[in-house]
């Protein structure tokens, strides 16, 4: 066996005209636990999709072992012992932990099931974790999460594989949890498995990985062994980037709060949210993927249950509302996954537009077709969305013109208060300019904004003020002058002051 | 009796025109200059059908309309002001009309890139695809000139149409539950037990108004539960409405006692009767109520607030709760609301046979579906149309009715049907792969 287990040098990943990987080249050696760290879209997910044999690289090279490897699709990476431990859970909820544990693998002959076999491999493989006392008979959905994580692995660990990568496993889990997760993990490395640990939580590697990889912007930036690097440092190679003054930014005071969230908790996320959000004002929230952003958001608009806390509108109480109560309010919601929840893909560009409000167009019940698609063409042209025409099915646009079409609804609608989730996300540059300059008219107009993003400089760019949320609680909210992109890492990912395991 | 079907002739025509006009008119995602060429086209058709209109309404007014015609300037500008939502949408288009509609000039004009004709094409195969199916079969039937005679008349048309009268209904109702993403099985059921109903309150003596609601009512009565079920516990239309086939079905055999109820000889009779049998009209009043319902209903699904509501929730749920709409009140509102049609084609299956019948329209609603299916709408949701539907309800009538006047055995219509069903759903397919 040498001595390198893993090796990539000068991976490189374009889509279109966006470049996932401009060059990424680091080792692994077996039983090494090697952590992959790096911000939201620095390349980590396409680097493990080309790992796992989801994407092929357009240049670059893998060796396994010593020898070249090139992955043609996911069952050929993990037969060749890759295998992948995704962030979301991919269990099938109905099937017993011995079913899910032999998904796709189950030992038979002629297409005639061996339930012996297929028992003992399942054993075996929970034993190696030392969890044998999980039941093999119960249905998978009727565990705990850190018992499914636990199968997920042991379903991983059947096809005893050379390298396991792991995508942020503990973000579900609790702290005992976390522990009996470290613990099979250094059994893993006993055994001389190697792991990539993808984490966003530095305390994490520090405590469990040998060495670890930064990725800034699809390259990696550097590699070092975790024991003797100081986090600070760390954090430099994640950000190291100037912040560029793209941002347009329309002068607008604040004025009177309008929306308040206190204490505000969900069903599992948020735990704990308390802002004030004012007219005129651009609030954004950072935060990790999983922090619990979306969520706070879903929660006051009433799309989730609200388990906890208080919402004022206007200085008035008003804490379990209808999201059809919440437009009735002047609220309005921009959903983050645009495609699935956000729009009526196969209905009119005007239906999309003003379906919370039909009522300038509607007389004694009867909508006037052709003042509804004025109207639209009136804010297509005031948000320049490119389109046939009014009628055309918002499905055939570009993601960016859909995006306006997206935004022009709140707009038409007349919210006051708007929920932004990842309102660029997905979108090209020169529109991503445009939502900015928007949103800055729309601050001057004295409409309130809550911002959720995931990508820092725009944050910083844009608003006024920004909270950022860690592990589903708003950690600290202050004017954006007084964030850099450094401490608003530092806070996201638990390091400062002794919050991460309160 | 004959100034009345002079009348309902004239009706007729004034419909085809619209529905010529309206379908050009609809495919509103045309370029500017393919709709000046489809205006040049359905001008001349419906100036021919006005012309045919003009005629029957009386023959002075043929010659009026035929100098009037003559200019065809003049003869759009009528045809215009006869159809509003036309002028709205050739104005709109700032298009300028001229011989025949069109410009000249803007005709030499025309620069079509190939997308967008054939976007435009698959459009208006989309909005007139159920209507050329209709008029293939009807073709089909009328190749050999011995059925043809019998095939090809007035009179059995007047029968085709009486047999869709109960299908059409139900396929308004149903067209709104698949437009919004839900099914309902129930149908069959539920059109059985509203015709031992309204049997039952004919024989207790009731007046056949107080008869008729009530039939329509207990349909209603069935889609109220069925919705509030659906909504309440968010459970799949599918089973629920499967539940329902069985209740419904088990409660108008106890209603009857196990056999069928003789209702006495009433107006209600009158509804789907076959007066002058040998000539197209009159229709009987249900074609008229079904007909007219269908206007209703079209103008309900594209017009109202409500009716977009439907589409919406079809389209996406998801996207339907974010913007506020209460998704399972109106869940509850539209298996009620389409309820009441199934009462309806209840009553009108009362009326054909004269006598409530337990064990009457098994399956019905998969004839229902089927029409609904072959109209354009996806069991998805999101799309559908009523005109589709209406069809959809024809095609069927017309593959059983001349099914029969080929005197082709039971069993070979339902294998045809079959085919036909797979056949418009896979074209269907097709077609929406071609457009994505």
């Not at chain 1, 966006?18 to 790096?38: K, M, Y």
């Not at chain 2, 229709?283 to 079904?290: C, E, F, T």
């Amino acid at each position: 066996m040498s001595a390198t287990r893993l090796r990539m040098s000068g991976l490189q990943k374009a889509f279109g005209a966006t470049r996932a990987l401009r060059g990424v080249s680091f080792e692994v050696a077996p039983g090494e636990v090697h952590a992959l760290i790096g911000e939201n879209g620095a390349g980590k997910s396409t680097l493990m999709k080309i790992l796992s044999g989801a994407y092929t690289p357009d240049a670059g090279s893998i060796e396994l072992d010593g020898e070249a490897f090139v992955p043609d699709d996911p069952l050929h990476a993990r037969r060749c012992g890759i295998a992948m431990i995704y962030q979301e859970l991919i269990l099938a909820p109905h099937l017993s932990v011995e079913e899910n544990i032999l998904l796709g693998e189950e030992p038979a002959k002629f297409g005639w099931l061996n339930r012996p076999r297929r028992r003992e491999l399942a054993r075996a493989a929970l034993a190696e974790l030392h969890h044998e006392n999980i039941p093999l008979e119960a249905p998978v959905k009727t565990r705990t999460i850190a018992e499914q994580q636990i199968v997920e692995i042991a379903r991983a660990l059947v096809h005893q594989p050379k390298v396991l990568i792991m995508d942020e496993p503990t973000s579900s889990l609790t702290q005992v949890d976390t522990e009996n997760l470290f613990a099979a993990i250094a059994r893993l490395k006993q055994r001389g498995v190697s792991i990539i640990y993808i984490s966003h939580f530095l305390e994490e590697c520090r405590r469990i990985c040998d060495r670890f990889t930064v990725l800034r912007d699809g390259e990696s930036v550097g590699t070092g062994a975790m024991a003797s690097a100081d986090l600070k440092d760390i954090i430099r190679l994640m950000v190291g980037r100037e912040i560029q003054d793209i941002y347009p930014r329309t002068p607008h005071s604040l004025g009177e709060p309008l929306f308040e969230l206190r204490e505000v908790a969900g069903r599992t996320k948020p735990r704990s949210v308390s802002l004030t959000l004012r007219a005129g004002e651009i609030f954004g929230v950072a935060g990790l993927i999983g922090a619990g952003r979306t969520e706070t958001l879903r929660a006051a608009f009433g799309l989730d249950r609200l388990d906890g806390g208080a919402v004022f509108v206007q200085g008035a109480a008003s804490t379990r509302r209808t999201p059809t109560q919440r437009l009735a309010q002047g609220i309005g919601l921009l959903s983050e996954n645009r495609k699935e929840e956000g729009l009526m893909l196969n209905r009119s560009l005007a239906d999309n537009l003003t379906v919370t409000r039909f009522a300038p167009f509607t007389k004694f019940g009867l909508i006037n077709g052709r003042a509804q698609r004025q109207a639209t063409r009136d804010w297509m042209q005031r948000l320049d969305v490119r389109a046939q025409g009014p009628a055309q099915a918002i499905g055939e646009l570009s993601g960016g013109n859909q995006q306006k079409v997206a935004i022009g609804r709140l707009l038409h609608h007349e919210a006051k208060i708007l929920l932004l989730d990842e309102p660029t996300r997905g979108i090209d540059v020169g529109s991503k300019a445009q939502v900015y300059k928007l949103m800055g008219q729309l601050a001057a107009e004295g409409k309130a904004l809550l911002f959720v993003s995931s990508y820092l400089p725009e944050l910083l760019g844009v608003c006024d003020t920004i909270g950022v949320m860690c592990r589903g609680v708003l950690v600290a909210a202050r004017p954006a002058s007084e964030w850099t992109e450094h401490s608003i890492i530092n806070v996201a990912i638990g390091q400062s002051e002794n919050l991460e395991f309160s | 009796m004959f100034e009345i079907a002079k009348l309902q002739k004239a009706i007729i025509w004034l419909l085809a025109a619209n529905f010529v006009l309206g379908v050009s008119l609809g495919a509103t995602s045309l370029p500017r200059n393919l709709i000046q060429v489809e205006a040049a086209i359905t001008g001349v058709i419906s100036l021919v059908l006005m012309y045919r209109l003009a005629k029957i309404l009386h023959p002075s007014f043929a010659l009026v309309y035929a100098i009037f015609s003559a200019i065809p300037l003049i003869g759009l500008i009528c045809l215009l002001v006869l159809n509003g939502k036309a002028t709205t949408a050739l104005r709109c288009r700032g298009i300028r009309v001229g011989l025949l509609g069109a410009d000249r000039g803007d005709l030499s004009k025309l620069a079509l890139d190939s997308s967008s004709v054939a976007s435009s094409v698959g459009s208006v195969l989309n909005s007139v695809g159920p209507f050329l199916g209709l008029l293939l079969v009807i073709g089909l039937f009328s190749l050999s000139s011995e059925v043809r005679s019998f095939f090809l008349t007035g009179a059995n048309f007047k029968i085709i149409l009486t047999q869709t009268v109960i299908v059409a209904i139900g396929a308004l109702g149903m067209t709104m539950i698949i437009v919004s993403g839900g099914i309902d099985l129930s149908v069959g059921s539920a059109v059985a037990l509203a015709s031992v109903v309204g049997a039952t309150l004919l024989v207790k003596g009731f007046s056949p108004a107080v008869a008729a609601l009530i039939t329509i009512l207990s349909g209603g009565v069935i889609g109220l539960v069925n919705g509030a079920v659906i909504a309440g516990f968010r459970m799949l239309p599918f089973i629920v409405t499967l539940g329902m086939m069985g209740v419904g079905r088990g409660a108008a055999k106890w209603l009857a006692g196990n056999q069928t109820v003789n209702s006495p000889e009433t107006s209600i009779n009158a509804i789907m009767g076959l007066e002058e049998p040998t000539q197209l009209f009159p229709l009987p009043p249900g074609v008229w109520i079904a007909i007219g319902l269908a206007v209703v209903m079209s103008v309900v699904l594209r017009q109202t607030v409500f009716g977009r509501y439907i589409f919406a929730i079809g389209s996406n749920e998801a996207t339907a709760r974010l913007c506020g709409i209460r998704v399972q009140l109106h869940k509850a509102l539209i298996y009620s609301f389409a309820g009441l049609f199934f009462g309806l084609s209840g009553l009108m299956q009362l009326s054909r046979l004269t006598q409530g019948d337990p064990t009457v329209a098994i399956g019905l609603e998969l004839d229902i579906i089927a029409a609904v299916v072959i109209g354009g709408a996806s069991l998805n949701g999101g799309t559908g149309s009523i005109l589709g539907s209406m069809i959809g309800a024809l095609i069927m009538a017309v593959l059983r009715n001349g099914s029969n006047q080929m005197g082709w055995p039971t069993y070979m219509q339902e294998i045809i049907i079959g085919v036909v069903i797979i056949l418009a759903v896979g074209l269907d397919k097709f077609r929406q792969t071609r457009s994505a």
